[in-house]
Structures are given as structure tokens and as C-alpha cells.
């Protein structure tokens, strides 16, 4: 796991090579063996210096996360004392007298580059796709092992404060720009050229500030800047965090934060505070510090939630777990899409750059045109921002074919229909594409609410019928819902899923039903927004509550997005549907409400710049003045300031998301989602549903089933049957059962 082989010269190589693993990670295992290996090499008086490298591809990866998700962190004073060790270790390759050096060949993240900053020096290997940073901040962590301290301490804060608070991974040149790695050479240099730093000739000596007094000087090279005297933070005057420079960095650091997550995330919060903390105490109080407030993250349910779905569920997503056993994997070479719209054109992108052939078609050679226009434009930014060559941006387009006949599908393994959301188009266009494709081609629609298995009608092979919903815009947004008609077959499925993870899409695999769950759970958090502002509720009260619970929008701006008309269109279509099948249609409430900004005022959203909002050409988007006049606010709410309006804006806050969690457990129930973790990933990338809840299941997990189910029957019996909860919840909650209770062991065994 752990080699360590010393030469004649003294230096010892330390060599991580974890077996069975293609990454190294930090765990219980590995860090026993490195921290017996650290004690004998400091003690081992043959060792003049220490290199520090990896047997594997890259370095270390970070912590074990499915470790840390399964650590019992009840009790804090254990827990806090567990993860003081690793700093205790970190801090013995410090203060042990001998220079380490961190040897990078590969990526080295969170935990994996703290082990790093905590060697002497630290040398790269010249590799492209190596990356090293501190990605902790994503997962609703911190780096506990000594990064919140060293960075700041190396770079100042204002060059650590996106490090830490973004989490980017840093490519190794801009690393040792920003001056966090000393030195790249080319890879076959890299042990040379760290024994060479080992065995320069030694230089300045210092008395480490740890030493005891009278101590005698050692080599500098083995002594932290932090451990010699007279350091002094960087950036600000005499290194001080409470200098008029360092308060203000701080004051405006907090106000960005609360203003990028509206007070959310505890993570961000925390890791401020460690550095501001941690950079007026002398350094081993400082990393107590740190581990306070990483035990603190670890024992908050968000970090948990957040691991499991943005960690474990998207894993699992993008290795295909969902995808039928026994199906040949389908290599993609070419496709084609109907419908060069907005959708269309974004999918036909996404498709060509991952290397595609791809046939556009659409009514009209003018209408295709416009559809490759937009592709154009697209990788034209990516020149212009310097991530694609001219050369390849030309390649790249010359693959996309835009014409009007329908007879260019000839040779396409797939053809994804994005036209009008109107069943007689789609069947329409479904006929003429099937007459062009090869007999097992797949024929999928990208519509956003129609049921799959009636769009399938028109098809002459509905067992190769499927839905594939993507979100715009399709360059950014990461999801796609699949969605299995009744009679779409389980190789068209697997052979849909190798699509979606050949255009490095994550993907979601639902049952059939109206809206599938994105759509539908979307139109529920709408709903919701326009329940509350038909109650009274002050627009932007509405609106803010909805940021301060973690949604990205809030439902009256996302219902401007998505087009209040579409709105009307697909209540009228269910209004009739229900009418046509003879059953009784259940009403939402609110369709007074949308009759009356399309039909009568045609506030349709942004696209006609009037919707519940203004949007006034020469500046921002703001709440529309007259909302209240069409919609009057509760005098009480708008006046008060006091305890009442904070109740309110609280139940606000819950509404905006339980409407949405108790829908996703119907899904759950009706077997439109299959598994608890699709829509926990389907919410949070689909519809940015609250991050740190873990997604619209999990946070139901958070508040306890139990808890939510009363919570619900409260919330129902004042506002409407939105929040009735399924038997399903109803049942868990008297068995005292919660979704991942099972999985949380799954990850410990
Ligand atoms: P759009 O109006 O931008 O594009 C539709 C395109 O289809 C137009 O270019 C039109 O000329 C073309 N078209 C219409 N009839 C045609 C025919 N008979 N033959 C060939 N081409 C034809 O619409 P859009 O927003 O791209 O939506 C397309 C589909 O995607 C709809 O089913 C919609 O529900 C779904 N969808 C939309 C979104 C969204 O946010 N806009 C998100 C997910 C899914």
C-alpha cells in the first residue's frame, strides 16, 4: 500500500499504490500505513529527506468518501479527535526536522493535495490533465487536513478565498502560478528532480518557531514558512487579518457569500471562518480550529446528502447502473434531429462536439439554416475563449448536414424529434422519419409534458420508441430525463442510455406519465408561486423566499423563463385530455390566474419582455409594478416586520419545497421513478432543486418522514390537496422507515 525504499544517499521514496484501486484515496487503511511509514522515516536517522510520489496514474484522489458517509460522528468529542490525527501526522512531516517533497504526477485533490501542502516543496509533473485543488466546498465540506490554514498562509487570502470557497480543480500550471506548487518538470524528471532539491547543498538555517528554546538552527528547507520566525500572512499590512485591509477583505467576502448562496450552505460560512479564526492563533491551535468546524459539516446532514447525490447518485447515473444487462454497447457515428429550434439546434451542438455526424432537419431549408447558425455561434465562443482551435471549430461544423429531406436520416442510428409540442406534428413527423430510417434505428422525442406511449402510436415500431427530455439550455444543463414508453424495449433503453453518456450527458431513466417527474415536479413548484401570490403573498417576498430555500429561481421568474403561456397550454391540454376521457378534471386553482396574464393581459414571459416581471431593454429584469394591483397583497404581510412576517417567510420557504418533494414521493409511488436516488439527481440537475437538501427525496430523508408527513397534512389542510401525501409516505412514517436508511449501510459494509 505504502512503499518506502531509502537509497544510499538517504532519501527515502514513499511511494502510495493502493492495491485494487485505480485511485488512491486517503481512509483508515492507508493513512495507518502512511503515518507508520512518516514515524520511521523520521526516526530512521539513514533518512536525510523524504520524497513523496504515487505508484498509480495520479496521486491521491482525497478522501474515501463513502468512508466519511458512513463514519458514525455521533458523538463530536471522538469524532474530533479521530480527524485530529490526520492533522497530527500532517503536522509530524512539518516539524520532524527532515524536507519532504511532494512529487505530483497526477491529480491530486482535497485531502490529496493537503498531504501535499504539508511537504516542504512541491514539484509537478508537466501533465496536461493533472489537476490538484480543494473541491470539499462542493460536497457541503471543508478540507479538514490543514488546507483552510496552509493556503491562505501561502498565497493570503484573497488568492485562497476562490480555492477554497469554489472548489475549482486547478490545472497544475495555474497552481504554480498562483504559487501553490513550486515547480513542473517534464514527467520522467520528476523523482530526479525532487532527490536533487533533497541534496542541493543545505543554505539558510532557522530556529523553527516550534522548537523548544535554545533549540539549534536547522536547514531551512525543512521548515514551513508558518514555522519560521517573524512570518508573516501574506496581503495584508504586518500579516494581519484584523488590519483595516484584512476586515474589509472579510467583510466583502461574507457579503458575496450570503449574496451568491442567500445563507444556504453552511460550508462557505465555515470555511471563512476557519481562516479568519485560524490566521490569529498560532498554527497547531489553528488546525483545532479547522477541525472543529469540519466535524461540524461531517455531523450536519447537508454534507451527507450532499455526498450521496452529487458524489454516489451521480456516479452511479453516469456509470449506466440503470442500464439493461445483455444489449451490445452502441457505438454512435451518426444521428439525426427534426426540429432545428431552440432544442434542437442546442442538442445537434452538444451531439456534433462529441464527435458525431449529425443530420438537422426541420420544415424548411431556412429553418435547418438557422439550426446550424446556432451550432455556429456555439463553437465560435469556445474559439473566441480559446478552448477550441479555428481548425477544429471548421471539422466540427462540417459535420452537420441542415436540409429539409427527411431522406438524409438514411444511415442514422438515432433521430431525436424536437418540433412542436403538438401530438399531431409529432406523429406527423414521426411517419415521414421512420420511412427514411434503417429498420432498428431508435426514434426519440425530446417532448417536455406529451405521454410517450400515445406519442408512440404513430410508430410503426414502438418498441424503439423513447423519450429522451433534454433542458435548455442543452449546452449547460447537465440532465437528460429518458423516458420508457410501455411498449419501448429494454435494448432501445441501453442503446439511449450509451447515447446520453456519449454526449456526456448525466441521465435519469423515468416511467411514462404526464410531465414523466421534471416536468410535472416543476409545474408544482409553478403552481406553488402562483398559489401563494393569488393568497397575497407579496411577489417578492415569494420570489426571495424561494433563493433563501436554495432554489437557483424563483417560481414566478422560472415560470417567465419557461413561458406563462406554455403554462396555460399545458393546463388547457390536460383540461381536455381529462374531458375527453370522461374523467372529472382536478383543477389547480390558479387558472383564473393564467387565463388572465395570457388571454387578457398576454404577459407570456421573456419572450414577449412582459411577464411577471419587466424586462426594460436597457436594463435588469424587475418585478412587474402592477402584479399588485392584479393580485392584491395581504396588507397585514406587507406592513409587518415583525415575528408574523418571519413565520411567514418561513412557511413560504417550506411550501416552495415540500410541494415539490411530496410530488416526487407520488412519482415514487405511481412507479414513474423507480429509485429514490433518480430523483434526488433528476431534481437537483434537472430543476436545481436545493442542493444542500440532497435533492427532493433526500430532503424528506432530512426532516424525517415522519416529521414531513404531519408537516404535509398541516400544510394540506390550509392550502389544498398539493400537499396531500401518498399512502406511500404514510406507510414508511408508521413503520419509522426512511429511503437511504438501508443505502447508509450499504456504504459502511
Ligand atoms: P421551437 O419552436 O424553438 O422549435 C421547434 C422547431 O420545430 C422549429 O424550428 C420548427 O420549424 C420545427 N418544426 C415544426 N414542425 C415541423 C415539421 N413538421 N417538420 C420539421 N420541423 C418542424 O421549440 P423548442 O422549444 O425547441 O421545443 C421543441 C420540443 O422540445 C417541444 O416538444 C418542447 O416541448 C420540447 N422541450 C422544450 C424545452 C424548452 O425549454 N423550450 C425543454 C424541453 C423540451
Not at 453 to 474: D, Q
Request: with cysteine.
Amino acid at each position: 500500500m505504502i512503499d518506502c525504499k531509502v537509497d544510499a544517499d538517504g532519501i527515502a521514496t514513499v511511494t502510495w499504490d493502493m492495491p485494487g484501486r485505480t485511485m488512491n484515496v486517503l481512509n483508515q487503511d492507508s493513512l495507518s500505513a502512511y503515518g507508520a511509514t512518516v514515524e520511521r522515516v523520521l526516526k530512521d536517522p539513514a533518512v536525510k529527506g523524504v520524497i513523496l510520489t504515487s505508484g498509480k496514474a495520479d496521486f491521491i484522489a482525497g478522501a474515501d468518501l463513502e468512508m466519511l458517509l458512513a463514519a458514525d460522528v455521533s458523538d463530536a468529542a471522538q469524532t474530533m479527535e479521530e480527524f485530529s490525527r490526520l492533522q497530527k501526522m500532517f503536522r509530524a512531516m512539518e516539524t520532524g526536522g527532515k524536507p519532504f517533497v511532494a512529487a505530483i504526477n497526477g491529480t491530486a485533490l482535497g485531502g490529496g493535495f493537503e498531504i501535499c501542502l504539508a511537504c516542504h516543496y512541491r514539484i509537478a509533473a508537466a501533465n496536461p490533465k493533472a489537476k490538484v485543488g480543494q473541491p470539499e466546498v462542493k460536497i457541503g465540506l471543508l478540507p479538514g487536513g490543514g488546507g483552510t490554514q496552509r493556503i491562505p498562509r501561502l498565497i493570503g487570502v484573497m488568492n485562497a478565498a476562490p480555492v477554497l470557497l469554489e472548489g475549482k480543480d486547478l490545472p497544475v500550471e495555474t497552481a504554480k502560478g498562483m504559487g501553490l506548487i513550486h515547480e513542473i518538470v517534464p514527467a520522467g524528471e520528476l523523482l530526479a528532480r525532487a532527490k536533487a532539491w533533497l541534496m542541493a547543498p543545505a543554505g539558510e538555517k532557522v530556529v523553527p518557531t516550534f522548537a523548544a528554546k535554545g533549540s539549534p538552527a536547522i536547514d531551512a528547507r525543512a521548515v514551513q514558512p508558518w514555522d519560521r520566525p517573524g512570518f508573516k500572512v501574506p496581503g495584508f499590512p504586518g500579516g494581519l487579518v484584523w488590519s483595516p485591509a484584512g476586515v474589509q477583505t472579510f467583510i466583502g467576502g461574507n457579503a458575496m457569500i450570503a449574496g451568491k448562496t442567500w445563507g444556504v450552505y453552511p460550508a462557505p460560512k465555515a470555511i471563512m471562518s476557519c481562516v479568519y479564526e485560524g490566521l490569529q492563533l498560532p498554527f497547531d491551535s489553528a488546525l483545532r480550529v479547522e477541525t472543529r468546524y469540519f466535524v461540524s459539516l461531517l455531523r450536519d446532514p447537508v454534507a451527507k446528502s450532499m455526498i450521496r447525490t452529487l458524489f454516489f447518485g451521480l456516479q452511479d447515473a453516469n456509470k449506466l447502473t440503470r442500464r439493461p444487462k445483455g444489449v451490445a454497447k452502441q457505438e454512435y457515428k451518426r444521428i439525426g434531429i427534426v426540429g432545428a429550434g431552440l432544442m434542437g439546434a442546442g442538442i445537434a451542438t452538444v451531439s456534433v462536439q462529441a464527435g458525431l455526424e449529425v443530420v438537422l432537419v426541420d420544415r424548411d431549408q431556412a429553418a435547418a439554416d438557422k439550426g446550424k447558425a446556432h451550432i455556429a455561434a456555439e463553437l465560435d465562443k469556445l474559439v473566441w475563449r480559446g478552448r477550441m482551435a479555428k481548425d477544429k471549430r471548421d471539422a466540427t461544423l462540417a459535420r452537420v448536414t441542415a436540409t429539409p429531406d427527411y431522406a438524409a436520416f438514411a444511415g442514422c442510428d438515432l433521430v431525436i424529434e424536437a418540433v412542436f409540442e403538438n401530438r399531431e406534428v409529432k406523429a406527423e413527423v414521426t411517419k415521414r422519419t421512420e420511412a427514411a430510417l434503417a429498420p432498428g434505428a431508435i426514434f426519440a422525442s425530446n417532448t417536455s409534458t406529451l405521454p410517450i406511449t400515445g406519442l408512440a402510436e404513430a410508430s410503426a415500431r414502438p418498441a424503439n420508441f423513447i423519450g429522451l427530455h433534454f433542458f435548455s439550455p442543452v449546452e449547460k444543463m447537465p440532465l437528460v430525463e429518458i423516458i420508457v414508453g410501455r411498449k419501448t424495449s429494454p435494448e432501445t433503453l441501453a442503446r439511449s442510455l450509451d447515447f446520453v453518456q456519449k454526449i456526456r450527458k448525466t441521465p435519469i431513466v423515468v416511467n411514462d406519465s404526464r410531465g414523466f417527474f421534471t416536468s410535472r415536479v416543476c409545474g408544482a413548484y409553478i403552481g406553488e408561486g402562483h398559489r401563494l401570490l393569488k393568497e397575497g403573498v407579496p411577489a417578492a417576498m415569494i420570489e426571495n423566499c424561494a433563493r433563501m430555500a436554495g432554489m437557483p429561481v424563483g417560481p414566478l421568474a422560472l415560470n417567465d423563463e419557461v413561458a406563462i403561456d406554455l403554462s396555460w397550454k399545458i393546463m388547457d391540454q390536460t383540461r381536455r385530455d381529462a374531458e375527453a376521457a370522461g374523467q372529472k378534471y382536478e383543477g389547480s386553482g390558479t387558472e383564473d390566474m393564467l387565463e388572465l396574464m395570457v388571454k387578457k393581459l398576454e404577459r407570456f414571459g421573456r419572450k414577449n419582455g412582459k411577464g411577471f416581471y419587466d424586462y426594460p431593454a436597457d436594463g435588469k429584469k424587475r418585478l412587474w409594478p402592477d402584479l399588485a394591483r392584479h393580485f392584491p397583497v395581504d396588507r397585514d404581510l406587507a406592513l409587518d416586520e415583525g415575528l408574523a412576517k418571519r413565520e411567514k417567510e418561513l412557511e413560504v420557504r417550506k411550501r416552495l419545497l415540500y410541494v415539490q418533494a411530496v410530488d416526487t414521493a407520488r412519482c415514487l409511488e405511481a412507479n414513474v421513478l423507480t429509485d429514490p436516488q433518480d430523483g434526488d439527481v433528476g431534481s437537483i440537475l434537472g430543476l436545481g432543486f436545493a442542493p444542500q437538501t440532497g435533492g427532493a427525496i433526500s430532503l424528506i430523508d432530512q426532516v424525517g418522514v415522519a416529521q414531513f408527513v404531519a408537516e404535509c397534512d398541516s400544510l394540506a389542510q390550509k392550502y389544498g390537496t398539493q400537499f396531500a401525501v401518498p399512502k406511500l409516505l404514510r406507510d414508511m412514517a408508521a413503520k419509522g422507515q426512511s429511503f437511504y436508511g438501508a443505502r447508509a449501510s450499504k456504504a459502511a459494509a
